[in-house]
C-alpha cells in the first residue's frame, strides 16, 4: 500500500545539523502514523520519533527530545526528521516507517519500511 524512501543522510560533526525526507507513495499515505527508527552498528533498532496522521500529535525517545523535530506534509507525501545539537551517539542508519494505525510508538506496528538513510557524526 505505502512505498517508502529516506534522503537527507551523510557525515556531519557534532553540534551540528541534518534534515531526513522521507517521500512515501501510494494512496493511503495521509491516512497512516509514521515514524522513525534507527540501527547503530551493532545495536537493535530503535525508535527516535513518531507523527499522527494528521501531524497533530508527535512523540519523541528520551534521547533526541528537544534536539530532533518530526513534521509531515501530506500535501507533498513527504516526512522530515530535523536533526539539530548532533551527537556521536546519533550515528546509525535512520529508517523512515509507515502504520496502518494513525498514531503509534509500537514498532511492531509500523507496516511499511524505507531502505534506511546512513547518518555520521563525527566528534
Known amino acids: 500500500q505505502v512505498q517508502l524512501v529516506e534522503s537527507g543522510g551523510g557525515l556531519v560533526q557534532a553540534g551540528g545539523s541534518l534534515r531526513l525526507s522521507c517521500a512515501a507513495s501510494?494512496?493511503?499515505?495521509?491516512?497512516?502514523?509514521m515514524g522513525w527508527f534507527r540501527q547503530a552498528p551493532g545495536k537493535e533498532r530503535e525508535f527516535v520519533a513518531a507523527?499522527?496522521?494528521?501531524?497533530?500529535?508527535?512523540r519523541y525517545a528520551d534521547s533526541v527530545k528537544g534536539r530532533f523535530t518530526i513534521s509531515r506534509d501530506n500535501a507533498k507525501n513527504t516526512m522530515y526528521l530535523q536533526m539539530n545539537s548532533l551527537k556521536f551517539e546519533d550515528t546509525a542508519v535512520y529508517y523512515c516507517?509507515?502504520?496502518?494505525?494513525?498514531?503509534?510508538?509500537?514498532?511492531?506496528?509500523?507496516?511499511?519500511w524505507g531502505q534506511g538513510t546512513q547518518v555520521t557524526v563525527s566528534s
Open positions: 516507517a509507515a502504520s496502518e494505525s494513525t498514531f503509534t510508538v509500537t514498532s511492531t506496528r509500523y507496516n511499511y
Open positions: 501510494g494512496r493511503t499515505f495521509s491516512n497512516n502514523g
Open positions: 507523527i499522527s496522521w494528521n501531524g497533530g500529535s508527535t
